[in-house]
């Protein structure tokens, strides 16, 4: 009797492992380059790219003024809870900083004074090579292979922050608390986030399905660009050509696709 | 032999049910955590991980330092430690279960904590983290259980578990690296990125985790039946006392690399935490503290007279055991984070549900070494008595 009841519990300790197991294989056997089994639904009108990216013309964006209706755009329509008082629990997706905070590796101590007090436009980079997506232990943020977008799944998220230590560029907000009653103006069209989930910006991917450019762009009026790294035609290709632009931090390889004029 | 778990005295008795009340204290606050979200501790958008990821990182280390006295038994046989060993693995095992309660507390979503098994992601350190720590929890269970019990029962235990044994050795140097391979692959965190993260934090484990082993047999010997033995806890003090030296040297190049080559992105952080960053300086007195504190317990463990006699031994383990957990509980994850990648301040203290939550965790690691080390010392006294 007593030894039949080991050997159960033994054959039962067995098949366990055995089932643990088999997701582990697979993901070896995958290599773990696939992204999550699921997709973002595009129509007709989709607009597509190898690697989208993202000019900001900062000669065209001189104050806080200018700014802010992109930054509202956004806010608006992804439903960021901007009513969030306390600054540790605050929710960006695009936000506004000065040059030596944007570009913490090409400050002057004499820098050009138009410059020194311009306001800049930090969001998600969308790194061709992203820190984030290589720390997530759970594939909720991962790159599209479609387009490059580095997009988040809110409900695989597990909320070990770990993509947050592995941004260099801060781009990553954290849901301490519930979300919801902070949010001004609810958008049924896009989903709200959960508490003990992180979000970004997903250079709004939603809006590309539908053939729609990113919200900011849309009203940026002109001063940021949009559009695909890889194709020479492309509106970034011929501003990259024609002017000098930064980036940053990208001596940390992680090649952000977001340029600035400066 | 979890009957030698249940028979004890009345202070055995009390003491399990303080250690009840404080895990109670700290499922009550914890459950307060779940409903509001993690907002109830004191980390923010720039300080994502706090108190519960600082403790955790520290007792990886204490669990990693229990091979302090598995290595010299089984492969120098160094026969003394044939007393202790089975105090280093169960040390061990109450390490891992806090790491891994430390680990739940901190997630946003724990409900989906399983996702990551499900979604096995080779690319991401901490899916490797998951698999040698709880590695390291099964080797010293099958381990520790399966020895003691041949003890017990006064004959050489299973063949099978000597390859068992070997794998745990190197195991436990892995369970530390993979911990530290968390923080120093992240571009951009320059605090961290240092290769010599990884042989850092071995050292202040190698420090951190023998000294409370010490305080542990000295408590034994003093209210059991059963004598770890001086020859034991001299020797533990040896490998503390170098342990120790190194962990301050360690700290001391980074210092040097730092300062002498003037770089920024790597004084800033080590400004912060000594000196303060934009008047900011809530760790400054901590980290003197630290540096103190193990300085101490470098002259302590050092000077054979002090290192011999158990009074100022137990002092040496008590300001070493301190001195570390500041150092890499405290400073090594605020002083990463602070200042953030857009190099402003944002300083990060722990709230007291958050205090709260990891003494409650620190409980539950406490009374499962309690009853581990019940039936440690029950079958010592048994065979030994």
Redesign the interface.
Known sequence: MKNSRRRFLQIAGVSALGLGAKPMLNAFAAGGGEGPGYHVATGEDALTAKQWAMVIDTRKLQTAEALEPIVEACNKIHNIPTAIENKNHEIKWIWETHYHNAFTDKTNNFLNEKVAHRPFLLLCNHCENPPCVQACPTKATFKRESDGIVLMDFHRCIGCRFCMAACPFGARSFNFRDPHPFIEENNKEFPTRMKGVVEKCNFCAERLAVGKMPACVEASKGAIAFGDLYDEHSEVRELLKENYTIRRKQTLGTEPSVYYIV | MLELAVKGNKWYWGWLVVLLGVIGAGFGLYLMQLK????I??????V??GFYIANFTYLVGVAAGGVMVVLPYYLHDYKAYGKITILGEFLAIAAIVMCLLF?MV?????M??L?????????????YD?IVLNGYLFLNLVIGWNVLEAERNGVHYQRWLKPLIYISIPWAVSIHTVTAF??CG????HFWLTAILAPRFLASAFAAGPALLILLCLFIRRFTNFDPGKEQIQSLAKTVAYAITINVFFLLCEVFVAFYSQIPGHTTHLNYLFVGLHGHGALVPWMWGSMILMATGIVLTVTPATRKNETSLMIACIVIIMGTWIDKGLGMISG??VP?????V?EYAPTMPEIGITLGVYAVGALVLTVLYKMAVGVKEEVHG
């Open positions: 509001f979200g993690l907002g501790t004191g980390m923010s958008r720039d994502s991980w680990i901190d997630l946003g979503q724990p989906r904590a996702n990551v098994l499900l979604y096995p992601t080779t690319n991401s350190v901490l899916f998951a968390l923080y992240l571009p951009g965190r990463g984070f953030n990648p857009m190099h402003e944002n």
